[in-house]
């Protein structure tokens, strides 16, 4: 079966620090992958989406980057965190017919 | 614009009511339509999708959706809500059937009282 794991599941962190995101996707080779993000009270917004090893697409603009080194892996990341990047980050993984999301990562930026 | 409304923000119901959250969509092609439940502190997980056939779907821990075309919309509904239905519902559409191109709406909070 194919499990998602995301880490940190939660962060503090101060403006202006870097963060880095982590999601691992095992038991499915070649993966679509996403990220989402999910302000407090808001509705999920695509960030990236990866469907091969180190191709990554940006589908919003956030300060934010994501890579993918390895086909199981996937991470976001920046340099300079702003209050903006706070909020709840999914990471997800598709079928045709549906979309398999992590746990999530709480991130609070102050 | 394609777009999802839920126009719900907050729907508080009583443990053993029926239950419906509302979700209306502005596409102008034939919709791939989609309910997910997020509890707190985790991703979110499916409880049904629409891609053809019969308009009302039928999903997990007894959901159900109906899809009708003529009003834009796919409401989800439950004869008798649980305290554990507790949780966060959004409703989301994409046009080409790829789950990666999900539009998803702002989301209803469901608050069951015992």
């Known amino acids: 079966a194919q499990t998602i794991h995301q880490w940190p599941v939660a962060e503090i962190k101060a403006v202006g620090s870097p963060l880095s995101l982590g999601c691992t996707i095992k038991g499915k080779s070649s993966p679509n992958l996403y990220w989402y993000w999910q302000a407090t009270g808001g509705t999920l917004q695509q960030l990236f989406y990866?469907?091969?090893?180190?191709?990554v697409e940006s589908v919003v603009q956030l300060n934010l980057s994501a890579s993918r080194p390895k086909d199981d892996q996937f991470i976001l990341s920046t340099e300079k965190l702003l209050l903006s990047h706070s909020g709840f980050y999914l990471c997800?993984?598709?079928?045709?017919?549906?979309?398999?999301f992590g746990h999530g990562t709480k991130l609070s930026v102050l | 614009a394609q777009s999802v409304t839920q126009p719900d923000a907050r729907v508080t119901v009583s443990e053993g009511a029926s239950l419906q959250l509302r979700c209306k969509y502005s596409y102008s092609g034939t919709p791939y339509l989609f309910w997910y439940v997020q509890y707190p502190r985790q991703g979110l997980q499916l409880l049904l999708k629409y891609y053809s056939g019969d308009p009302v779907v039928q999903g997990v821990n007894g959901f159900e959706a109906e899809f009708i075309k003529s009003n834009s919309s796919f409401h989800l509904r439950k004869a008798s809500v649980h305290w554990s239905d507790s949780a966060v519902y959004f409703c989301a559409v994409t046009l080409t059937g790829n789950t990666g191109k999900l539009i998803f709406g702002l989301g209803t909070t469901l608050q069951v009282q015992p």
């Open positions: 997800a993984w598709s079928l045709p017919e549906r979309l398999f």
């Open positions: 990866s469907i091969t090893v180190g191709q």
